[in-house]
């Protein structure tokens, strides 16, 4: 079944998609645009049956994600919102690619201290339908604390889990053995109700954080430079690389960033939870990545070439997703998710013409996950 045929019905059929996911030769690399703590929380761990363990003692655990990816980059993105009367939300002749992709995602980590500190370590491989490479992409470490964890008090429905993490990214496709590290804050609060015919939840979250760069991975993302005061014209290039600038055969300048991302992933989710089916969760849910990146004037200084940081820009990328998932049982669950990705706070639709400017997805405007998630241990 082609992705095409897919997404043009919604959500990929079920059984087929298990049998991708099972032949786990096929593996591509994803772009997360989810909030690192909040990602990792719905997708990397699996609530498992608690084992009485004394406080200070580790209590290790793994488990391994078979997620088979969708991703579908458009001429014109329709999307909701921006409809008429008769327009398909998905228009087949406005398609640019389809990006199959099938990735294997085994974690390791360990909590301590009652669960209060948890450290976990996730590896990535993929490959492209059709080729026999199998590639590692990633492999990185989340940490957290959760400063505090609980309910208002005994009998409120809300429960909140304020917490520190770093999420350190090891590795990158480039072979740089570190990339960048997020440091900040994340909470979420939940409230849960009864309703008609099971439970209904309410989750919304926050998660500010600062995104440091390796000098390698610092050095990929120069960005372009205003020039201000002075023209550097025929200097040459060990003098530019004082200055840590770089020229292009058009005499454009770029800069090698020297100041953290300033990054706030938040959103909200609803979940229906049906008395009728034990183990299924219906979620839809809203989701913002908003970007601070740190931009550049060159200025020429008693004869020197230096750089200054100018001011912050900002920059969004909003989306909307719709989740199945099904617990089997302790160990095994299955996961759907569809999101559509709009630019800004739903300012743009993002295409092939336009892509992401926050450069979070790209060109990609459609996604859809479909995971097998299995605890080892």
């Known amino acids: 079944m082609s992705v095409r045929s897919a997404y043009t019905s919604g959500l990929l059929p079920m059984v087929h998609s298990l049998a991708l996911l099972l032949a786990a030769s096929n593996a591509y690399a994803v772009d997360e645009a989810l909030s690192p703590e909040e990602e990792h929380k719905e997708e ?10 004394p406080p200070a003692l580790a209590s290790f655990y793994g ?7 969708a991703q579908r980059e458009l001429l014109q993105d329709h999307g ?3 409809l008429t009367f008769g327009r398909r939300i998905l228009d087949n002749d406005q398609v640019v690619n389809d990006k199959p992709a099938v990735q294997v995602r085994p974690t390791i980590g360990v909590s301590l201290f009652n669960k209060t500190l948890d450290s976990a370590f996730t590896y990535q491989f993929q490959n492209t339908p059709g080729s026999n490479r199998i590639l ?4 990185f470490n989340t940490t957290q604390w959760n400063a505090l964890n609980g309910k208002f008090n005994e009998k409120s429905p809300w429960s909140f889990g304020p917490s520190v993490f770093t999420s350190f990214m090891t590795g990158s496709p480039s072979g740089a053995n570190f990339s960048y590290t997020d440091i900040g804050l994340y909470g979420e609060a939940n409230y849960l109700t009864a309703v008609p015919g099971g439970e209904s939840s309410v989750k919304v979250y926050g998660n500010p954080v600062g995104e440091f760069y390796s000098q390698e991975y610092s050095k990929q993302n120069r960005q372009k430079a205003t020039l201000v005061e002075a023209d550097i014209g025929t200097r040459f290039k060990n003098e530019l690389a004082l200055a840590d600038l770089t020229t292009d055969s058009d005499g454009n300048i770029t800069v090698q ?4 991302l300033m990054i706030a992933y938040y959103g909200l989710a609803l979940s229906y939870m049906p008395s009728v089916l ?16 740190p931009q550049y004037t060159v200025r020429v200084l008693d004869g020197a070439v230096a750089t200054e940081l100018d001011h912050y820009s900002n920059k969004a990328l909003t989306f909307n997703r719709l989740q199945l998932s099904y617990k089997v049982n302790d160990r095994v669950s299955i996961v759907n998710q569809t999101r559509h990705y709009v630019g800004g706070f739903y300012q743009y639709g993002i295409s092939s ?3 992401d400017e926050a450069d979070q997805v790209g060109k990609v405007s459609w996604e859809n996950r479909l995971s097998l998630m299995v605890t080892l241990f």
């Open 80 to 82: 909701p919102g921006r």
């Open 136 to 139: 590692k992409t990633d492999m």
């Open 257 to 260: 960033p020297n100041h953290p």
């Open 63 to 69: 488990n391994v994600e078979i997620r088979h990816r």
């Open 353 to 355: 013409g336009h892509p």
């Open 278 to 293: 034990k183990g299924l969760t219906v979620q839809g849910g809203w989701d913002v990545v908003q970007i601070w990146k």
């Open 44 to 53: 990397r761990k699996i609530e498992q049956p608690a084992a009485p363990v």
